[in-house]
Every structure is written in structure tokens, then in C-alpha cells.
């Protein structure tokens, strides 16, 4: 069993900066997807990043893209989400969750059921 702990939400100005980070209670071997997702207030969860556990092909929403990076340290069993140039509209709780299958795959990293570990979310709030 799995647990993951995310950390590093909170308030900043629209064209700041926050890094989230996530920690798995377990070790997370190779064969992991891991991914960041979100939730808005009235709106339905959506794929953020993923990364697969170890290294390899990263995955990013559009509207993410060039503003958020995935990363990861193995050694700490962490995974991250630097975002750069936060917009309001990224306001939003964010969780991190995690799968085991060789890799993140383009076709399905974003969606909900392809991750059965989930954290409790962090919240994460953009004011203009």
C-alpha cells in the first residue's frame, strides 16, 4: 500500500511561484507512473504532469506547459511540481497520485482511473 503526502500549497500573486512536493510512504519503484492533478471549485479533476518513476517522458496539460515542471528525486521518493508564473486561474486543490505500470503513457497519463494511489491534496490559491 501506497500513501502519498503532498505539501507546498498556498497564496501567492498572480506571476508567482510554488513548488509542490509529494512523498510516498513506500518505496515507488521504476515502474510507476506518477502524476499531479486538480481540482477547481464547481469543476471536474484534470491531469496536470506526469513523469514516470525513475525517469523518462514527461507529460503536461496545455495549460501548464512552459509554466509548470515535474520532477522528481528518487532517493527521497519525492515527487515535485515547480510552477512558475501562476495565473488566478490556477487556483485550484492539487493532488499527487501514482500507478504501477511500466510508464506514462501520452494517451491515458491524464486520466483519473489509470492512478490507484492518491494523496489528500493541497491547496493551492492565485490572487490577481
Known amino acids: 500500500q501506497v500513501q502519498l503526502v503532498e505539501s507546498g500549497g498556498g497564496s501567492v500573486q498572480a506571476g508567482g511561484s510554488l513548488r509542490l512536493s509529494c512523498t510516498a510512504s513506500a518505496y515507488i519503484y521504476s515502474s510507476y507512473c506518477m502524476g499531479w492533478f486538480r481540482q477547481a471549485p464547481g469543476k471536474e479533476r484534470e491531469g496536470v504532469a506526469a513523469i514516470r518513476h525513475g525517469g523518462g517522458s514527461t507529460y503536461y496539460a496545455d495549460s501548464v506547459k512552459g509554466r509548470f515542471t515535474i520532477s522528481q528525486d528518487n532517493a527521497q521518493n519525492t515527487l515535485y511540481l515547480q510552477m512558475n508564473s501562476l495565473k488566478p486561474e490556477d487556483t485550484a486543490m492539487y493532488y499527487c497520485?501514482?500507478?504501477?505500470?511500466?510508464?506514462?503513457?501520452?494517451?491515458?497519463?491524464?486520466?483519473?482511473?489509470?492512478?490507484?494511489?492518491w494523496g489528500q491534496g493541497t491547496q493551492v490559491t492565485v490572487s490577481s
Open positions: 497520485a501514482a500507478d504501477e505500470k511500466p510508464d506514462c503513457y501520452s494517451r491515458t497519463w491524464w486520466r483519473e482511473p489509470e492512478y490507484m494511489y
